[in-house]
């Protein structure tokens, strides 16, 4: 099973919403990502969890707060986000050290900010 | 700084074509690249990578290839066929000795094919 899931599909949200993002995977990686992709754009990194913990975080503003509750599960915490926030968010699993640097993604949920 | 980036945007084959898919990046240290095709409303799917140790891999129907002396990628993909439109990434590794990857991702190649 090389599946990555990802809810919701679709998320409209104003901008003093509070809303969460989830992503689960079964793979047995222990290494989960978050990327935010612009339409027409590459994926861009946000943050790196290793083995539970956030590992790197590319200067993504405190509205965007990311949590592993375990190896599973890769949570995205929204709160007073902008319009210009709108974009699709992927999340992504790895093997850590000894596998494959490979990195499966999940279907993304769309994001719209109003 | 540390970029990726694709010679051609866009790529228009016909059915049962070759296709060839360039990507340049700039990092000599990366040792780690992969492929990953994205259709419309879809998350990347992972397609072939290849470590800097290697310039060439097959898998099926598509081959990559690296040049490390002028930091060239490429994707190959045989008989091309219209399953095959998408957009294709090129993504470059610099995890810095780190267990897990830090991909860096190219601009992406629209590919076209027409039946």
């Known amino acids: 099973d090389t599946e990555v899931t990802q809810t919701p599909k679709h998320l409209v949200m104003g901008m003093t919403n509070k809303k969460s993002l989830k992503c689960e995977q079964h793979?047995?990686?222990?290494?989960m990502y978050w990327y935010k992709q612009k339409a027409k754009k590459p994926p861009e990194l946000m943050f790196v969890?290793?083995?539970?913990?956030?590992?790197i975080n590319e200067s993504v503003p405190s509205r965007f707060s990311p949590e592993c509750p375990n190896s599973s599960l890769l949570n995205l915490h929204l709160h007073a986000l902008q319009p210009e926030d709108s974009a699709l968010y992927l999340c992504?699993?790895?093997?850590?050290?000894?596998?494959?640097?490979?990195?499966?993604f999940g279907p993304g949920t769309r994001l719209t900010v109003t | 700084g540390e970029s990726v980036g694709l010679h051609l945007p866009t790529l228009s084959v016909q059915e049962g074509d070759n296709s060839i898919i360039n990507c340049a990046y700039s990092?000599?240290?990366?040792?780690?690249f992969i492929w990953y095709k994205q259709e419309s409303g879809k998350g990347p799917q992972f397609i072939i990578d290849?470590?800097?140790?290697?310039d060439k891999r097959q898998g099926q129907r598509v081959t990559v290839l690296l040049n490390k002396t002028v930091k060239h990628l490429s994707l190959q993909i045989a008989a091309t066929q219209p399953g095959d439109s998408a957009v294709y990434f090129c993504?470059?590794?610099?995890?810095?000795?780190?267990?897990?990857?830090?991909?860096?991702f190219g601009q992406g190649t629209i590919l076209t094919v027409h039946p």
């Open positions: 992504a699993s790895s093997q850590e050290s000894g596998g494959g640097l490979e990195q499966y």
């Open positions: 793979m047995g990686h222990r290494a």
């Open positions: 969890y290793s083995y539970e913990k956030l590992s």
């Open positions: 990092n000599s240290a990366s040792d780690y």
């Open positions: 290849i470590r800097s140790n290697m």
């Open positions: 993504a470059e590794n610099n995890a810095g000795g780190t267990s897990y990857g830090k991909l860096t």
